[in-house]
T-cell receptor, first 108, second 113 residues
Framework: GQSLEQPSEVTAVEGAIVQINCTYQTSGFYGLSWYQQHDGGAPTFLSYNALDGLEETGRFSSFLSRSDSYGYLLLQELQMKDSASYFCAVQHDYKLSFGAGTTVTVRA | SQTIHQWPATLVQPVGSPLSLECTVEGTSNPNLYWYRQAAGRGLQLLFYSVGIGQISSEVPQNLSASRPQDRQFILSSKKLLLSDSGFYLC????????????FGDGTRLSIL
């Protein structure tokens, strides 16, 4: 089976940097994805790491270490609109298994 | 570009009634298709996935079934809804090779009364 762990909540102020860690246990690992979900909305794809290292997309970056079964999502220059839930998800076979999500609250 | 459509956006159904949720994808061929359910404040649970027409894999035994009558159409059904079927149902697609990122539709919020 698959299991993922990520913090349940993070609070930060506008302009700050937030790092959301994700550790996982899985068989048949192919990659780690990150999704953003605003209240009442559908998950939006943010990033996918299949190989070790850092992927940068604007203010968001994602990191993967396959040997450590660990990844993180880095949110820089936080804005109010970044308040949302963030999910890490392990890609295995043709499927995604999701963590329980991290609620990020951005304060003015 | 690829788009995914899911309807209806919200649905209120009585216990014991049937269900049919439809999802279609445009702008791609032979996608992998997925149905997920999300309970309030929780992560997403994979219900079914399909790698081709008529090919359905079920992840969780339950009161639901899925069908893929056409390449870009995925349907979630139930003959008799239970109270526990309430939730946020999401359809997703990915490129039809293994282990590509998945992209979600807007979801259907289902309430069972």
């Amino acid at each position: 089976g698959q299991s993922l762990e990520q913090p349940s909540e993070v609070t930060a102020v506008e302009g700050a940097i937030v790092q959301i860690n994700c550790t996982y246990q899985t068989s048949g690992f192919y990659g780690l994805s990150w999704y953003q979900q605003h209240d009442g909305g559908a998950p939006t794809f943010l990033s996918y790491n299949a190989l070790d290292g850092l992927e940068e997309t604007g203010r968001f970056s994602s990191f993967l270490s396959r040997s450590d079964s660990y990844g993180y999502l880095l949110l820089q220059e936080l804005q109010m609109k970044d308040s949302a839930s963030y999910f890490c998800a392990v890609q295995h076979d043709y499927k995604l298994s999701f963590g329980a999500g991290t609620t990020v609250t951005v304060r003015a | 570009s690829q788009t995914i459509h899911q309807w209806p956006a919200t649905l209120v159904q009585p216990v014991g009634s049937p269900l049919s949720l439809e999802c279609t994808v445009e702008g791609t061929s032979n996608p992998n298709l997925y149905w997920y359910r999300q309970a309030a404040g929780r992560g997403l649970q994979l219900l079914f996935y399909s790698v081709g027409i008529g090919q359905i894999s079920s992840e969780v035994p339950q009161n639901l079934s899925a069908s893929r009558p056409q390449d870009r159409q995925f349907i979630l059904s139930s003959k008799k809804l239970l109270l526990s079927d309430s939730g946020f149902y999401l359809c997703a697609w990915s490129v039809g090779t293994a282990n590509q990122p998945q992209h979600f539709g807007d979801g259907t919020r289902l309430s069972i009364l």
